[in-house]
């Protein structure tokens, strides 16, 4: 960085020399013009005018050829625009194809699933009584609940009703007990004999009365016991019921998951039917689709392959050598025959002799039908121009497996398509692969490796520090980088905030200081260069213009470290 500055000043003093020169040539100019006249005026305005119309000329041609590459430009956009007109019209007539494919599955699916919906509903009907018939059931049982526990509380209160009684009932038969102590002495005294009999035939009244609360009480006693008996027995009834019905819901769980699937099974063979109707797989129809939006239109019978209805072609055509012949020419044009020197003579004998066509070998049109797969996967790739398909892609291609291609016959059964292997690899084509995958995993792990140490690195050594960044804009992403790794970060605003500059540059407290001089116009950024030149900075003060933060970053850590020889920025003054 320092170089670019002293750079910077010797072409300020070589433009300041050049200036003073022009100075000096003019004055001569102006000195020979009065002394020689009008001769070298007109000589020196000549000159002048040359080097005007050089300039004129040389912008006019750069000029020009910027109007070349705009026109280029413009005509790459026409192109572009025109070749997404296509693609939009062949994409509106292939959704058309998609909605009538829905329409028809939608409605083979609700002819399908009408008495089987009727049937889930009857069933969710029945459960839904038996739901409200338990929520009856547990209400009762929560009221029996509340009734029981409600005679227990009258339970024990009437136990202690009986304990205070019986607590009274003690009481007069020990004043019985002492009145009778008392009975031989009533010839002593007989007017305290009578009051003492009086008081005790009181007593016994009241010993009666008692007696009588007290078998009331019982009796009342019993009878809630008998209540809190059939309480109970009502419990437990209810409580079988709740387990009855829980039993019959799990089974009506288990007959709707069953139910489901066999809801997903008739799906699936509804699928598999449909999917009969069109003898094209997935991956060779998206083939299908690439190469006629990439490729020119002399290759593809457009018409006739927007025409594929899905009812055109089933599986029992597509089963024998006819169905299979009119694919292969409702694909081609008449020039694409052209290029098929085998199709041709298949395709006059289907059209001259079509009762002789048991007669045509079957080998004829698996060879035919093999080249044309893997002629027109090298031309999607060259018409294209997107190069080697890579691995993963939407075709899902393997090392061993580069293409796959369409086989209607097989070798026992008539199925309907085959995968067959790719050309195969020798042994030393395998094992170069094998060992390029090792060196590229060896690669992925040592650079995986080499990050974390850094990253360890950096956080050992930059978590704690203090870092001061002046400059006049926002430095944001220097302060979100350097906290992230710990590092207290201090911002100081050179134009609002100008006599902390040079303080903030001399500071002790700070770990690192930097000092942004980038967007600073010429003469207020020489002002600033040779004032803070001038202080005699500290070297730990770095001047940037505007570095990588991740840079930035990497410098405070291993200067801190004192590997100053690994700084990606040039560091003081």
């Not at 020990?174 to 010839?187: E, F, H, T």
């Not at 998951?257 to 799906?267: I, M, P, T, Y």
């Not at 991956?283 to 299908?288: C, G, I």
């Amino acid at each position: 960085m320092r170089s670019r500055y002293d750079e910077y000043h010797k072409q300020k003093e070589r433009q300041q020399q050049k200036q003073m020169a022009r100075s000096r040539l003019l004055a001569q100019g102006r000195a020979k013009a009065q002394a020689v006249r009008q001769t070298d005026e007109k000589q020196l305005e000549r000159r002048l005018d040359a080097g005007i119309d050089r300039t004129v000329k040389k912008q006019a041609r750069e000029i020009q050829q910027l109007q070349q590459k705009l026109n280029h430009v413009k005509n790459q956009q026409t192109d572009l625009s025109q070749m997404k007109g296509k693609l939009a019209k062949e994409n509106r007539s292939l959704s058309g194809q998609v909605r009538q494919l829905k329409q028809h599955l939608a409605q083979e699916k609700t002819n399908n699933e009408a008495a089987l919906a009727e049937q889930l509903q009857q069933q969710a009907d029945a459960l839904y009584l038996k739901q409200v018939l338990l929520d009856q059931a547990q209400a009762e049982q929560q009221k029996s609940k509340a009734q029981y526990r409600q005679l227990q509380k009258q339970v024990s209160q009437q136990d202690i009703q009986i304990n205070k009684l019986e607590e009274q009932r003690r009481q007069l038969q020990n004043l019985v007990n002492k009145y009778q102590s008392i009975y031989g002495s009533a010839a002593v005294n007989p007017q305290q004999f009578q009051e003492k009999m009086h008081q005790f035939s009181k007593m016994q009244a009241s010993n009666r009365k008692l007696s009588a609360r007290i078998t009331e009480l019982e009796h009342k006693l019993v009878q809630q016991d008998e209540v809190l008996v059939k309480a109970r027995a009502n419990s437990m009834n209810l409580q079988q019921q709740i387990e009855e019905i829980n039993g019959t819901k799990k089974k009506l769980k288990k007959q709707r998951q069953e139910l489901q699937d066999e809801n997903q099974r008739l799906k699936k063979i509804i699928d598999e039917q449909d999917n009969t109707k069109f003898s094209l797989q997935p991956w060779w129809r998206k083939l299908h689709d690439q190469v006629i939006q990439h490729l020119p239109v002399r290759w593809w019978n457009e018409q006739a392959y927007l025409q594929l209805e899905p009812q055109a072609f089933k599986l029992a055509d597509l089963k024998t050598i006819p169905g299979q012949l009119r694919y292969l020419q409702l694909i081609m044009t008449d020039e694409n025959l052209q290029e098929y020197a085998d199709l041709l003579p298949l395709i006059q004998q289907y059209q001259k002799r079509s009762h002789r066509l048991a007669t045509i070998p079957k080998q004829e049109v698996l060879k035919v039908t093999i080249k044309l797969v893997d002629d027109t996967y090298h031309m999607f790739l060259e018409g294209a121009d997107l190069g080697p398909v890579p691995q993963n892609s939407e075709f899902d291609f393997k090392d061993e497996q580069v293409y796959q291609v369409l086989h209607f016959i097989s070798a026992d059964r008539y199925e309907l398509v085959q995968l067959l292997n790719a050309r195969p690899l020798n042994a030393r084509q395998l094992q170069e692969q094998a060992h390029k995958r090792q060196r590229q995993r060896l690669k992925r792990d040592q650079q995986r490796d080499q990050d974390n140490e850094l990253e360890a690195f950096l956080h050992a050594t930059l978590t704690g520090k203090h870092v001061v960044i002046v400059t006049w804009h926002q430095p944001k992403n220097y302060v979100a980088l350097f906290e992230r790794y710990g590092v207290k970060v201090t911002v100081i605003n050179s134009k609002q905030q100008k006599h902390q500059v040079v303080s903030a540059m001399f500071s002790k407290r700070y770990d690192q200081h930097y000092l942004f001089l980038n967007g600073v116009s010429h003469p207020q950024y020489y002002s600033v260069y040779n004032r803070y030149k001038a202080f005699g900075m500290p070297k730990d003060v770095h001047l940037i213009m505007d570095e990588n933060p991740r840079n930035l970053v990497l410098d405070a850590a291993y200067t801190l470290a004192g590997q100053h020889n690994k700084t990606p920025i040039t560091s003081g003054i």
